[in-house]
């Protein structure tokens, strides 16, 4: 299915399984911004919503509840996305409450989330930066699955540095992070092609830039 029809199915999943106050902030919470973020963001880098919750209710430090934009969750992974409009609202916060939503970002961190925060402005005018930030935050918490493979902890560090990038990675690159030889590096990322985790993104008889196999990447999907 396209974006619009697996958009749907996933807001209808959540709608059939929530009442109460967490249906009506999933109604009323869940607006331009967020969609936006999901279309322009989220979609174009897993083609999914699987272990994505919109509106998801977390304990207040004040023993309340709030609600953020999107989780992010799986089996040891808490990441907490909030898209962030800039409104007249801002302008008249008062100095108490700029201090309470400082409290409550500090009291998610300390119970175990990863916050990444975005600008409304930032994933309307630079999408393709967002993605990149998403890719790198979830590649490190999922770089650690990598260690399931028989990898050298050479070529398992490469794989990360793919991953956080985002991008295609040159043999340089991977000198100057590693601090090996071009000839050691030349070989990590032979044998990483041998294995068909890393592909040639550019050139071809001297290869000058490596991209992520597609084995690699449904482990981040």
Request: proline share 3%; charged share 30%.
């Amino acid at each position: 299915m396209g974006f619009e029809e697996e958009y749907q199915a996933f807001l209808s999943a959540h709608s059939d399984a929530r009442t109460g106050e967490r249906l009506r902030r999933l109604q009323e919470g869940h607006n331009a911004a967020e969609l936006l973020f999901l279309k322009q963001v989220w979609w174009p880098l897993f083609f999914h919503f699987r272990y994505l919750h919109p509106e998801y209710e977390v304990d207040d430090f004040k023993d309340g509840k709030r609600y953020l934009d999107f989780a992010y969750i799986r089996p040891g992974i808490r990441i907490c996305l909030e898209i962030d409009g800039y409104g007249p609202h801002l302008k008249n916060i008062s100095r108490w409450q700029f201090s309470d939503n400082l409290e409550r970002q500090n009291q998610l961190i300390i119970d175990g989330w990863t916050v990444i925060r975005f600008s409304y402005d930032q994933v309307k005018e630079q999408p393709r930066r967002c993605q990149q930030i998403v890719q790198q935050v979830i590649g490190q918490w999922l770089g650690d699955e990598l260690g399931q493979t028989a990898l050298s902890i050479a070529e398992k560090e490469v794989l990360r540095l793919a991953i956080r990038k985002g991008e295609a990675i040159a043999p340089k690159e991977v000198e100057k992070y590693l601090k090996l030889s071009n000839k050691t590096v030349k070989k990590v990322l032979s044998q990483l092609v041998d294995k068909k985790m890393l592909f040639p993104a550019s050139g071809i008889k001297r290869v000058r830039s490596y991209r992520l196999g597609d084995q690699v990447k449904r482990q981040i999907r």
